[in-house]
T-cell receptor, first 115, second 116 residues
Framework: DTEVTQTPKHLVMGMTNKKSLKCEQH?????MYWYKQKAKKPPELMFV???????INESVPSRFSPECPNSSLLNLHLHALQPEDSALYLC??????????????FGAGTRLSVL | KQEVTQIPAALSVPEGENLVLNCSFT??????LQWFRQDPGKGLTSLLL?????REQTSGRLNASLDKSSGRSTLYIAASQPGDSATYLC???????????????FGKGTLLTVNP
């Protein structure tokens, strides 16, 4: 099973709402990633968790709050977002180590619209 | 700062043609390089990963090469099919020994259309 599952697939929220994105994998991967992708642009790394600890934060605004409750689950909590935060949010996971272990497996993404 | 460039931005070919996609990067201190495919509105699918010590990697009709010293990689697709139509993204992996600081920097992609 090489599947990364993201929910919801689509999300519309107002600027005062609080919502969460969820990502789940059962491949035994100990690295999990959040990316943001705007239309016709490449994915941009937001956060990296390694062994359930935040290891990389790419200077993301605090209105995005990641959480890794266990080795299979990754959440992204959203609060007071701006319309420019509308994008496809992608989750990925991989093993930690050398060689082919670094292959990242991506979910289908959550399409977020902020009104 | 690592920058990744992909040429061409878009490519349209007839079915059956062999084609080459190009990727270049500015900092040769990379750990590996990955090629991904993305269908419209979807997530990414990993195609090939080349480690920095390798020169090429093959999977089916796909062959990726890496020249780390010159900062270049190519993805060769043989006998293209309409189902190959997608955006192809090159991503450079870098950080400390592939550990907890490992991360990918992506190019903007090449939009490939294979016409029947």
């Amino acid at each position: 099973d090489t599947e990364v599952t993201q929910t919801p697939k689509h999300l519309v929220m107002g600027m005062t709402n609080k919502k969460s994105l969820k990502c789940e994998q059962h491949m035994g991967h100990r690295a999990m990633y959040w990316y943001k992708q705007k239309a016709k642009k490449p994915p941009e790394l937001m956060f990296v968790y390694s062994y359930e600890k935040l290891s990389i934060n790419e200077s993301v605004p605090s209105r995005f709050s990641p959480e890794c409750p266990n080795s299979s689950l990754l959440n992204l909590h959203l609060h007071a977002l701006q319309p420019e935060d509308s994008a496809l949010y992608l989750c990925a996971s991989s093993h930690i180590g050398q060689g082919q272990k670094n292959i990242q497996y991506f979910g289908a993404g959550t399409r977020l619209s902020v009104l | 700062k690592q920058e990744v460039t992909q040429i061409p931005a878009a490519l349209s070919v007839p079915e059956g043609e062999n084609l080459v996609l190009n990727c270049s990067f500015t900092d040769s201190a990379i750990y590996n390089l990955q090629w991904f495919r993305q269908d419209p509105g979807k997530g990414l699918t990993s195609l090939l990963l080349i480690q920095s010590s390798q020169r090429e990697q093959t999977s089916g009709r796909l062959n990726a090469s890496l020249d780390k010293s010159s900062g270049r990689s190519t993805l060769y697709i043989a006998a293209s099919q309409p189902g190959d139509s997608a955006t192809y993204l090159c991503a450079v992996g870098w950080g400390f020994s592939g550990g907890s600081n490992y991360k990918l920097t992506f190019g903007k992609g090449t939009l490939l259309t294979v016409n029947p």
